[in-house]
């Protein structure tokens, strides 16, 4: 037996020892932990492990790192850069067994939860409390994950993203050591700010076992409307104007044409197929009011139709759980075909320029493209659905991919806003970071010495 054989056979022995039947090498278990919902190419890891503690975790980082095995993180696979892919085999380490909501603290506004909760799971619970938390990135996502990659969504417009929501984390570093960062404390001046260090480091630095969140107030009264046009430039600019002057949105988003004709197919909506904007409002009803009317008479100064009110909560869950689904959607435009789905962000004052140099550029590839965003902070997605055994249609989504990051980079943008770097933007990050780079390697360094924890990934 080979050296690598013989580390990996060593370690599994350690880990059967370990978990007993919770560490399995069954193949089509494997292949359920080998991709997440992004495009690149599946990497099979050599067991799943699924851990119901902090300590069951560092046992396992650290009978890795005895027999130098690679450790790779897994939440509920629903990434899109290919952070949970096993590109050097090793050991996933399933977290959904830690799944428990361990303490709601309505008066302070914050919850103690481990990895594996999630985000829907939580909201459930918090139902009668009168508190949510907001971050939606579409998916049921796990707490954890979303903390990994720094998830955001459409109310990061009013509610911010994982990092501005997550006071304090527990983790396990590449050591087996357990730490903790932060505190329920709202500000601290202690230290350096591990917790957002860890927000975003996509289980290259440490594994996350436990968060402590920020909860928020249900708002009193919401009000969901669509505006649409043939013209997607006026609705851009309608909500720019919105944005300027102040007016007290949740979310904003855009669906081109090819979106909601997705939309339509997979929910029966029967939107117009143009362009369409989606506008929430969310507080007081009194003040609710006051915006909307100020909303509909700025629709008329830029010609748009008047916005199509959601009729009840009904119609305004429906509208935006299709806007959720528009990634599985699209695939209904092309049956068989698997989707490249990418995103960038820029300054708010730049997007409709980037978004519409985009259009231009994808209707000079011969593939079925879509864009769809969250214009309430300048990110938006590029969807293009190809087949995956083509080279060419490949190569033509890459190139197209690209020239997206280019566009967004010369703006003073970034390759991404959300969905991370992982596999799919390793080759754009020295270009957006320069020496940065090589300060984050250092720091990897130092989290994870032997780098057994997703190796492969950002760098």
């Known amino acids: 037996m080979r050296g690598p054989d013989r580390r990996l056979a060593a370690c599994l ?3 059967r020892e370990l978990l007993d039947t919770r560490c399995s090498t069954g193949q ?70 830690l799944d428990q909501i361990l303490e ?39 707490l954890g994950g979303m903390a990994a990659t720094r998830a955001s969504g459409p109310n990061a417009m009013r509610y911010g993203t994982m990092r501005d929501n997550v006071l304090a984390l527990e983790a396990v570093l590449g050591t087996g050591e357990i730490i903790t960062t932060g505190t329920r404390a709202r500000k601290s ?19 996350i076992t436990k968060l402590c969140l920020r909860l928020h107030a249900l708002p009193e009264a919401l009000r969901t409307a669509r505006v649409h046009a043939s013209d997607l430039q006026s609705l851009l600019d309608y909500a720019i104007a919105l944005m300027q002057a102040g007016i007290g949105m949740a979310k904003l988003e855009v669906m081109d044409e090819v979106a909601v004709r997705a ?3 997979y929910a029966g909506l029967g939107l117009e197929e143009e362009p369409t904007l989606l506008v929430e409002f969310a507080g007081s009803a009194a003040t609710i009011d006051h915006e909307v009317d100020f909303a509909l008479a700025l629709a008329e100064d830029f010609d748009l139709p008047k916005p199509v009110w959601a009729a009840s909560p009904e119609d305004r869950s429906r509208l935006w ?15 068989g075909s698997r989707s490249l789905v990418t995103d960038v962000c820029v300054p708010i004052s730049r997007i409709a320029r980037c978004i519409a140099e985009t259009r231009a550029d994808l209707a000079t590839i011969d593939l079925i493209a879509s864009i769809v965003g969250h214009i309430g902070d300048g990110n938006f997605h590029v969807s293009m659905l190809i087949d995956s055994g083509d080279s060419r249609e490949i190569a033509l989504a890459e190139a197209a991919h690209d020239r997206l ?22 080759t754009h990050l020295r270009r957006e970071m320069g020496g940065g780079v090589d300060v984050m390697r250092a720091i990897k360094q130092v989290f994870d010495p032997d780098l057994i924890l997703n190796p492969g990934k950002i760098f």
């Open 263 to 265: 939309v339509n197919l």
């Open 104 to 142: 709601v603290n309505a008066g302070d506004m914050d919850c103690r939860v481990e990895a594996g909760v999630r985000r829907m799971t939580l909201n459930t619970h918090l139902r009668d409390t009168g508190l949510f938390f907001p971050v939606d990135p579409g998916a049921d996502a796990s």
């Open 28 to 97: 089509s278990l494997r292949e359920l932990h080998a991709r997440d919902e992004g495009w690149h190419l599946p990497g099979l890891p050599d067991a799943v492990c699924f851990p119901k503690t902090a300590p069951e975790v560092a046992s396992i980082v650290t009978l890795c790192r005895r027999h130098a095995v690679p450790v790779i993180a897994f939440g509920t696979g629903s990434g899109m850069e290919g952070q949970i892919n096993a590109v050097q085999g090793g050991i996933s380490v399933d977290l959904s067994g």
């Open 405 to 426: 990051i280019d566009r967004a980079l010369a703006m003073g943008g970034t390759s991404t806003g959300e969905h991370g770097i992982g596999l799919g933007k390793m």
């Open 321 to 335: 759980k299709a806007r959720h689904e528009v990634a599985h959607a699209e695939t209904l435009l092309r049956p």
């Open 13 to 15: 022995a350690g880990l």
């Open 189 to 207: 001046s202690a230290g350096y700010d591990l917790t957002r260090l860890l927000i975003g480091s996509e289980g290259t630095l440490a594994i």
